[in-house]
């Protein structure tokens, strides 16, 4: 039943509809936006013919200068920076979509914990902001580390009396990008052309390519050829950020894979089922969270993503990656006591 969904509405998505890309009336904050990846995500919005309104936050106040930048270009929509905590709630106020991208780049040797450490301050404040001026937002979250995160954001907003499960989100497609982008080049096939269901997390033992979903199902990848690109996929960021030689993570493709998921939101909050990779509240594999292809319609998730046909090794994977997920979530949750403990 589930892969029948995913093939179905993944089928839908790929027809352009003109009269949505005709109709620009939707409000984007980016939180974050002064960084690499952030200033990307703002470049290709503001080339997106959906959004009305583009709002930039950052506590960096270079972030004025990628404001003038973007406000040159012609068209598009109209651009404003904010920066500092006192703006943020002003960053945020009355957007559809408010999009954190990630803060503490990954580099080699950084814990996930260190990254939780350095991440989860920023991500809190964001947090209170929804809850004091949009709690009907849709929020996108790219930070990592992603699995321990949207637990720790659900929990802060839980706490300010505004967690809504169907309108939070850990943006994973990059994860789908990758197994489309290595079953391509495999397969010597157009990447454009194919779908790849990722489930579990967003780390090394928790990403699960399901290759045996892959479609359109005239494409076949072998059990051997399964072992491999997944090592690909789980090892990509960790490969580019050694061929840059721990001076910056996946920029580029993070960015281009977050600027994909915020088009298909943006088709659901104009009204449509969409269907997107992505982590989120999900108890159907006997975690909190889970990640992989969700339905999302204008009011939020429609359905979350839920059990597929697996081949042997991708069950095998799964098992293994249970635990670890719960682990990592309870973590996530946790980590809202010990910031308070820490503060008070």
């Known amino acids: 039943m589930a892969q029948k969904i995913f093939c179905c509405l993944f089928a839908t998505q790929l027809k352009k509809n003109t009269l949505i890309l005709q109709k620009r009336n939707v409000q984007v904050s980016v939180i974050g936006a002064a960084s690499d990846i952030g200033s990307y995500v703002s470049l290709f919005l503001k080339r997106n013919s959906k959004v009305s309104k583009l709002h930039l936050y950052d506590d960096d106040d270079r972030i004025k200068g990628t404001e003038l930048e973007l406000s040159n270009l012609p068209g598009g929509p109209s651009v404003s920076a904010f920066i500092g905590d006192t703006n943020l709630e002003q960053a945020i106020h009355s957007s559809n979509l408010v999009v954190m991208v990630s803060r503490m780049p990954r580099k080699p040797g950084n814990t996930r914990e260190q990254m939780l450490g350095a991440n989860a301050p920023l991500i809190q404040r964001l947090c209170k902001a929804i809850a004091a001026q949009n709690q009907e937002a849709f929020v996108a979250i790219s930070t990592n580390p992603i699995n321990y ?66 479609t359109p199902r005239n494409y076949r990848i072998e059990p051997c050829q399964a072992d491999m690109l997944t090592r690909l996929v789980r090892k990509a960021g960790t490969e580019v950020v050694m061929h840059k030689h721990g001076a910056e993570s996946s920029t580029l493709a993070m960015a281009w894979s977050i600027n994909e998921f915020i088009d298909i939101i943006l088709d659901a909050i104009l009204g449509y089922r969409v269907v997107v990779n992505c982590y989120t509240a999900n108890s159907n594999f006997g975690t909190k ?29 799964l098992n293994r990656c249970i635990p670890i997920l719960s682990r990592e979530v309870l973590e996530g949750e946790k980590y809202v006591e010990f910031m308070e403990n820490v503060k008070g």
């Open 149 to 214: 995160l949207i637990p720790f954001a659900s929990t802060v907003m839980y706490k300010y009396g505004c967690y809504n499960p169907s309108k939070m989100f850990g943006i994973t497609h990059i994860d789908t990008s990758r197994s489309r982008s290595f079953v391509a080049k495999a397969l010597k096939i157009n990447a454009q052309e194919i779908q790849v269901p990722v489930i579990g997390g967003h780390s090394d033992k928790t990403i699960i390519p399901l290759f045996s979903n892959l």
């Open 289 to 317: 969270f889970f990640a992989g292809p969700t339905s999302v319609g204008p009011h939020g998730i429609i359905q979350a993503c839920c059990h597929f046909p697996m081949s042997e090794f991708e069950s095998y994977l």
